[in-house]
């Protein structure tokens, strides 16, 4: 099959009953931090956190009773792991999901507690995809592929039918990409209701996959990042052409501006992001000239974050913005020293969070010791008021860059 705008209202009637029609809603905070007319797509709010649900649904409905019965495979390290584990389970299809063995502990717990049967083999996401697709040829199981699949490929393109369907004066939809399942499924969508909307992909600097296909280049590809459900090697052979055909551009977006949004979304929209749900906020952040005054979807794909991760992307945007700042300051060692730092902070309204006092450094004078102290402020000119006043008072502070 090829994917059409049919094949994709085939798979919505099939799904309709398994996934949720999630809310494209406008966001004024959002839109008047990056100049464009923002509306969410709120792909987070699905069952298991993330858009993948909708392709393992597409997949599973259309299995015979005799792929049915013998159970499907999958390789992943996240979301599609866990739409594939919840929907096999739903439907009494015997599920196992190949994950790598460095996949984080929470994913590996979800997958299981959706019914999946967790088998870790390889370091890589291309080792466990060998692994998987081993395993299928030995027990006669389907394997489901995360992208790289006409069906999964139109279950993904229903949030396409969605979003034009929620605002119809859609100029631009945003779209992460990894391997092109996404973005292909929901240009084919969007483009048969209005032929004039501009698809455009946000793709990971450090895995730029599909840049690499459209161009016949082979930029390095690697890294951490923080958008790991983007953070694919290659494109789908199957996604590749619907890009090349339909999609308008795609942007790479750098770390530094997939931390950003994470924030933003929290802050902002009050909502949980991902890192590659993110993605796509991330290009309006650092090309902003191409959307200003345009009406905007972005898909937030989902909202799978590691708990920790968010709480250090959270702690380092209010690093980044100045407010949470760290001074390393060396005082006389004498009573009164530290009392008078802490009460400037205090009179200034700044937060101490916590505070170092170490007499012991050989590159101090014996008389003096050196003050380390973390403060909370209202914004970075207030940080700087009160950098200042320290100064003033005859201390002289280093800032802790970030």
Do not use: W
């Not at 369907?165 to 100029?171: C, R, W, Y």
């Amino acid at each position: 099959m090829a994917v059409s705008a049919e094949t994709i209202a085939a798979a919505r009637a099939r799904i309709r009953a398994h996934i949720a029609a999630t809310p494209t809603l406008h966001s004024l905070a959002l839109s008047q931090l990056t100049g464009a007319h923002v509306f969410v797509k709120y792909e987070n709010m699905q069952h298991t956190g993330s858009f993948k649900t909708r392709g393992a649904a597409a997949k599973l409905t259309t299995l015979t009773d005799e792929q049915k019965k013998a159970g499907v495979i999958a390789m992943s390290a996240g979301n599609h792991a866990q739409g594939v584990a919840f929907h096999a389970g739903r439907l009494g299809i015997p599920a196992t999901i190949v994950m790598p063995k460095g996949t984080p502990f929470n994913k590996t717990r979800k997958t299981a507690a959706y019914g999946g049967t967790v088998v870790l083999e390889g370091d890589t996401l291309s080792q466990a995809a060998g692994a998987a697709r081993r395993i299928a040829a030995e027990r006669g199981l389907t394997f489901i592929h995360p992208y790289d699949d006409e069906e999964v490929i139109a279950g993904q393109g229903v949030i396409g039918l969605e979003i034009m369907e929620a605002v119809p004066e859609t100029e631009i939809i945003v779209a992460p990409v990894g391997g092109g399942g996404l973005i292909g499924g929901v240009a084919v969508a969007a483009k048969s209701i209005k032929a004039t909307v501009d698809i455009i992909g946000a793709e990971t600097a450090l895995y730029p996959s599909m840049k690499n296909a459209l161009a016949g280049e082979s930029a390095a590809s690697g890294g951490a990042t923080v958008a790991e459900g983007i953070a694919v090697s290659d494109a789908g052979a199957r996604t590749v052409p619907l890009v090349k055909t339909l999609v308008s551009e795609i942007l790479t977006v750098s770390e530094t501006n997939l931390e950003r949004p994470i924030s933003m979304y929290a802050n902002a929209a009050k909502t949980v992001a991902e890192g590659a749900g993110a993605a796509s906020l991330a290009a309006l952040l650092q090309y902003p000239a191409r959307f200003k005054d345009r009406t905007v979807v972005l898909i937030l794909s989902g909202g799978n974050i590691d708990p920790r991760m968010l709480s250090s992307v959270l702690m380092r945007d209010l690093v980044r913005v100045g407010q949470i700042l760290t001074l390393s300051i060396v005082l006389p060692d004498r009573p009164g020293s530290l009392e008078a730092i802490t009460a400037i902070c205090a009179s200034e309204g700044a937060n101490v969070i916590e505070v170092s006092h170490r007499r012991l450094g050989l590159d101090l004078a014996a008389s003096a010791a050196r003050l380390d102290i973390t403060i909370e402020t209202r914004d970075g000119d207030h940080a700087l008021q009160i950098v200042e006043r320290i100064r003033a008072s005859g201390f002289t502070p280093t800032v802790h860059e970030p």
